[in-house]
C-alpha cells in the first residue's frame, strides 16, 4: 500500500527531460502517471511555466495503472490502491489541481497483476501467475467508487490453457480495452506448459481477441501495452523496441517507431503517444532479445512521438537507479494533480 515512508528514501527521482515535453503537456493540458515498479515509485509528472516537477509515492512492486476522471487504481505486490478524485464539483481551477483521497488497500494475494483497467463498474486486472484475467467487482451499491468487500473472480483465460494453475505458462500480462469490456490481451507465447514463454522469448509473443478467444497477431518479442486507440489496435513489440499498429483481421502488423529500451507502458493523448522504455536486467529472462545488442544505449524514459508520422518530439529520461518502467498513464483536463498517502 501507498502509505506515507517513516524516511526519507536514500536515492531521490532524478529525470531530465526536453523542453518541448512541459509545453506539450501544458497544451494538452494532461499530467503524466509513471510506475516504476523495480524502484517501487508512483511517479506523477506535472508541467507548468515551461517545467516539469514530480510528485513520488512509494509501495512494493508498482504495476499497472487505471484511469479515469474520477479514480485512478494501481496495482502492487498483493494489493490494489485506490483513488477518488474529490476535485469533480469544484471550480475548473480546482478540477485541474486535482487532490486524490486514497480508499482502503484492496488485498488480492500475489496474482503476479501486471495491467489493470477500468470497465463500468469492474477493474480487471491481468495476471501473469495464473495467465488469466481476473474481475474486481462491487458487491453492493454503497459506494458508487469503490467498496472494500469487492468481489475478486477468475472471467478469462485463453483457450488453450487446459488447467486453471499458478504456473505462469504464457505469460498474460496487457489488456486493451473497448466499451467498458476486455477485447485483447497480449501474451509472451501461446503455450500450456509451465513457464513455456521462456522458451522462445524472441518471436513467441501473441495478441488475443478475448471475445473469440482467436490469436489475432503474433511474432512478437515479449510484447505488452495493447491498446485501442483511434479505432485501431496498438501494442508494444517490447524486445524489439516498437510500437506498432496491427490489423486484427489479417494480422499483420506496423512499425510506427523504434526506441532505445525495452517497450513497456502505453498512453495516447491527442495525436501523440507516450511509450515507456526500461533497461534491461542482466537475467535469463532478458538475454538474447534484439535490444540487447546495444545494452549500453537503452534508456529508461518516456519518449513522445507523433503517431501520424512516427515522428519523436521528445522524452523524459529517468537516473539514479530508476531503471524500469512498467505502466504509463495521462490524467486528461487534470494537469496538477497530488495524491494523498493512506493513513492506514
Same mark, same amino acid.
Given at each position: 500500500?501507498?502509505?506515507?515512508?517513516?524516511?526519507?528514501?536514500?536515492?531521490?527521482?532524478?529525470?531530465?527531460?526536453?523542453?518541448?515535453?512541459?509545453?506539450?503537456?501544458? !497544451?494538452?493540458?494532461?499530467?503524466?502517471?509513471?510506475?516504476?515498479?523495480?524502484?517501487?515509485?508512483?511517479?506523477?509528472?506535472?508541467?507548468? !511555466?515551461?517545467?516539469?516537477?514530480?510528485?513520488?509515492?512509494?509501495?512494493?512492486?508498482?504495476?499497472?495503472?487505471?484511469?479515469?476522471?474520477?479514480?485512478?487504481?494501481?496495482?502492487?505486490?498483493?494489493?490494489?490502491?485506490?483513488?477518488?478524485?474529490?476535485?469533480?464539483?469544484?471550480?475548473?481551477?480546482?478540477?485541474?489541481?486535482?487532490?486524490?483521497?486514497?480508499?482502503?488497500?484492496?488485498?488480492?494475494?500475489?496474482?503476479?497483476?501486471?495491467?489493470?483497467?477500468?470497465?463500468?463498474?469492474?477493474?480487471?486486472?491481468?495476471?501473469?501467475?495464473?495467465?488469466?484475467?481476473?474481475?474486481?467487482?462491487?458487491?453492493?451499491?454503497?459506494?458508487?467508487?469503490?467498496?472494500?468487500?469487492?468481489?475478486?473472480?477468475?472471467?478469462?483465460?485463453?483457450?488453450?490453457?487446459?488447467?486453471?494453475?499458478?504456473?505462469?505458462?504464457?505469460?498474460?500480462?496487457?489488456?486493451?480495452?473497448?466499451?467498458?469490456?476486455?477485447?485483447?490481451?497480449?501474451?509472451?507465447?501461446?503455450?500450456?506448459?509451465?513457464?513455456?514463454?521462456?522458451?522462445?522469448?524472441?518471436?513467441?509473443?501473441? !495478441?488475443?481477441?478475448?471475445?473469440?478467444?482467436?490469436?489475432?497477431?503474433?511474432?512478437?518479442?515479449?510484447?505488452?501495452?495493447?491498446?485501442?486507440?483511434?479505432?485501431?489496435?496498438?501494442?508494444?513489440?517490447?524486445?524489439?523496441?516498437?510500437?506498432?499498429?496491427?490489423?486484427?483481421?489479417?494480422?499483420?502488423?506496423?512499425?510506427?517507431?523504434?526506441?532505445?529500451?525495452?517497450?513497456?507502458?502505453?498512453?495516447?493523448?491527442?495525436?501523440?503517444?507516450?511509450?515507456?522504455?526500461?533497461?534491461?536486467?542482466?537475467?535469463?529472462?532478458?538475454?538474447?532479445?534484439?535490444?540487447?545488442?546495444?545494452?549500453?544505449?537503452?534508456?529508461?524514459?518516456?519518449?513522445?512521438?507523433?503517431?501520424?508520422?512516427?515522428?519523436?518530439?521528445?522524452?523524459?529520461?529517468?537516473?539514479?537507479?530508476?531503471?524500469?518502467?512498467?505502466?504509463?498513464?495521462?490524467?486528461?483536463?487534470?494537469?496538477?494533480?497530488?495524491?494523498?498517502?493512506?493513513?492506514?
Amino acid at each position: 500500500m501507498f502509505a506515507e515512508p517513516q524516511h526519507r528514501p536514500t536515492v531521490p527521482l532524478s529525470f531530465t527531460y526536453s523542453a518541448s515535453i512541459p509545453k506539450l503537456l501544458e !497544451a494538452l493540458k494532461i499530467s503524466l502517471l509513471i510506475s516504476a515498479y523495480q524502484a517501487g515509485k508512483l511517479i506523477v509528472l506535472r508541467a507548468k !511555466a515551461g517545467e516539469l516537477t514530480a510528485i513520488v509515492r512509494h509501495s512494493d512492486r508498482v504495476m499497472g495503472i487505471a484511469v479515469t476522471p474520477e479514480k485512478l487504481a494501481v496495482g502492487t505486490r498483493s494489493a490494489i490502491s485506490v483513488w477518488e478524485n474529490s476535485s469533480l464539483t469544484g471550480s475548473e481551477s480546482e478540477r485541474c489541481q486535482a487532490w486524490f483521497v486514497p480508499h482502503p488497500p484492496i488485498v488480492t494475494g500475489d496474482l503476479g497483476v501486471r495491467e489493470v483497467a477500468w470497465g463500468e463498474e469492474t477493474l480487471w486486472l491481468t495476471s501473469t501467475r495464473f495467465s488469466a484475467l481476473f474481475s474486481l467487482t462491487l458487491r453492493d451499491n454503497s459506494c458508487p467508487i469503490i467498496n472494500t468487500n469487492a468481489l475478486l473472480q477468475c472471467d478469462w483465460q485463453p483457450p488453450f490453457l487446459m488447467s486453471f494453475e499458478a504456473e505462469d505458462r504464457c505469460h498474460l500480462n496487457g489488456i486493451a480495452m473497448v466499451n467498458g469490456q476486455p477485447q485483447y490481451v497480449t501474451v509472451l507465447a501461446a503455450t500450456d506448459a509451465v513457464e513455456g514463454w521462456r522458451k522462445d522469448k524472441i518471436n513467441g509473443g501473441c !495478441a488475443i481477441d478475448v471475445t473469440s478467444g482467436e490469436i489475432v497477431a503474433r511474432g512478437f518479442s515479449m510484447p505488452h501495452s495493447p491498446r485501442v486507440y483511434d479505432n485501431r489496435l496498438w501494442l508494444l513489440d517490447s524486445g524489439r523496441g516498437r510500437l506498432v499498429i496491427v490489423d486484427a483481421a489479417t494480422g499483420q502488423h506496423d512499425v510506427v517507431a523504434e526506441f532505445p529500451g525495452f517497450a513497456r507502458g502505453l498512453a495516447f493523448c491527442d495525436r501523440y503517444a507516450f511509450v515507456g522504455l526500461s533497461k534491461i536486467r542482466d537475467s535469463t529472462t532478458f538475454r538474447g532479445l534484439p535490444i540487447e545488442r546495444h545494452p549500453q544505449t537503452l534508456e529508461c524514459a518516456v519518449w513522445v512521438v507523433k503517431i501520424d508520422s512516427g515522428k519523436v518530439l521528445g522524452s523524459i529520461k529517468f537516473q539514479s537507479h530508476c531503471n524500469e518502467l512498467f505502466d504509463v498513464q495521462i490524467l486528461e483536463n487534470i494537469s496538477h494533480p497530488t495524491l494523498l498517502y493512506s493513513k492506514l
